[in-house]
């Protein structure tokens, strides 16, 4: 009973000097990088020399910890990289990576799954878009950063990790556990022409992206070869769920669908702003109609085509308003293979329109109820699983059809008016 007085004493004196000690320091000069580095060396050095357990309080371990907090609280798109953590993300660009096969962001302060990929482990289980993880094995993500996070959510191939997931038609959360495998995600998962019972006979192509990654324009080429010689007369470009991708593959995607030297998207930040546009390319653009269906979970590269070919009348946009990523992440590696993702820069649309935080709206508004969603969700990995392509509700889809109808039925009126005028 004596020991918790004596203790406290101590700690009174101790609050004592530090309150004196701070009163007697001179005023810093107002945000001066000398008297704040100082502070942060001073800081280190008392965790290093009194910390209780050593094992924690190397210079790489407190300068990691660092950088963390420092730019987890810039926003939360800038994040810390650890090197294992970097290599990690240059595979993800590459379409090949360990993990689940969810895209994950920080939506109103809780860990949120973004999109879910087609055929990889977390499809399979039946996660979907919305679902909110609230524990990894066990661990609450209330506190964790975006790299920790995924980070846990990664291991390896065959490794099994358990999400505690709140849905929101749900009232208990769900356990899902799942075994990690090797993500090989294809761009482009879904390519064909729709029945002509649904298009009134028109050969209405259906491609459906997954994300920006290095071989999407690619991947997209050879789809659309492949439809245009079974004669597609218009497109139908599915952007639901895609989070987006590298900036220089959503341009590439436009560069199919505009004329060289396009303006598709600018970017501005504190450095000069950057406009990028579109390249000639390999037989022509594409002329056709084009209509891109996008909702709530089409973000990041997704906005940029969208924004740019809906800004430009090239293309017809069906859905919902997207999620409003439209800033630029710069990745900057550090000496010893660690790196920073920080934002630099916000885009704009060809009319100069923000996408961060707005998003980008449709021409036909049609929203989906969460029962729709799941439901075509279900039925997309039951055509994955047994090879089978169920017909489902789809009100996008079908607006989207009805748009490009009636295009072609007025283009066709068009081309038979100047045929009779040359006649």
Do not use: W
Request: glycine share 8%; proline share 5%; net charge negative.
């Amino acid at each position: 009973m004596k020991i918790f007085p004596v203790a406290l004493a101590v700690f009174g004196l101790g609050m004592g000097l530090c309150l004196a000690a701070a009163e007697e320091a001179p005023k810093a000069e107002e945000d001066s990088p000398y008297e704040n580095m100082q502070v942060l060396a001073r800081a280190i050095q008392l965790i290093r020399q009194d910390y209780v357990d050593e094992k924690k309080t190397s210079f790489q371990d407190l300068t990691y910890s660092a950088l963390r907090g420092l730019l987890a609280e810039l926003d939360p798109h800038s994040s810390f990289m650890e090197p294992r953590e970097f290599v990690g993300m240059q595979e993800d660009t590459k379409s090949e990576f360990g993990g689940l096969g969810v895209t994950v962001t920080t939506k109103n302060g809780v860990l949120t799954i973004i999109s879910v990929a087609e055929e990889t482990p977390g499809f399979e289980a039946g996660l979907l878009p919305g679902d909110q993880i609230r524990k990894i094995n066990g661990t609450s993500t209330e506190r964790l950063t975006m790299s920790d996070a995924v980070e846990l959510l990664r291991g390896e191939p065959g490794e099994k990790v358990t999400l505690t997931i709140a849905r929101p038609d749900a009232e208990d959360f769900i356990d899902f556990t799942i075994a990690r495998a090797v993500i090989k995600v294809p761009s482009i998962v879904d390519a064909h022409l729709l029945p002509e019972d649904r298009t009134s006979g028109r050969k209405i192509g259906y491609l459906r992206m997954t994300q920006f990654n290095e071989p999407t324009a690619a991947e997209m080429l050879d789809a659309l070869n492949g439809l245009e010689k079974q004669g597609m007369e218009a497109l139908i470009l599915d952007l639901r769920f895609n989070p987006g991708g590298l900036l220089s593959s959503a341009v590439d995607v436009c560069s199919e669908f505009l004329p060289p030297g396009t303006r598709v998207v600018s970017t501005e930040g504190r450095s000069p702003s950057r406009e990028y546009s579109t390249k000639a390319v390999s037989g022509g653009y594409r002329k056709y109609p084009l209509a891109i269906l996008v909702n709530s979970s089409s973000a990041s590269g997704s906005e940029i085509v969208a924004g740019a070919l809906k800004d430009l009348k090239r293309a017809i946009l069906v859905g919902e308003t997207t999620f409003g990523k439209g800033s630029v992440q710069s990745v900057v590696s550090l000496p010893d293979g660690s790196a920073m993702r920080f934002t630099t820069a916000k885009y704009y649309t060809p009319s100069r329109k923000p996408i961060h935080e707005h998003g980008v709206s449709p021409d036909i508004r049609c929203t989906m109820t969460l029962e729709q969603e799941a439901r075509l969700y279900q039925a997309r990995r039951k055509s994955e699983l047994t090879g089978d392509v169920e017909s489902v509700d789809d009100p996008q889809l079908d607006r989207a059809v009805d748009a490009l109808t009636g295009v072609l039925l007025y283009t066709g009126k068009e081309k038979a008016a100047e045929l009779a005028k040359k006649g």
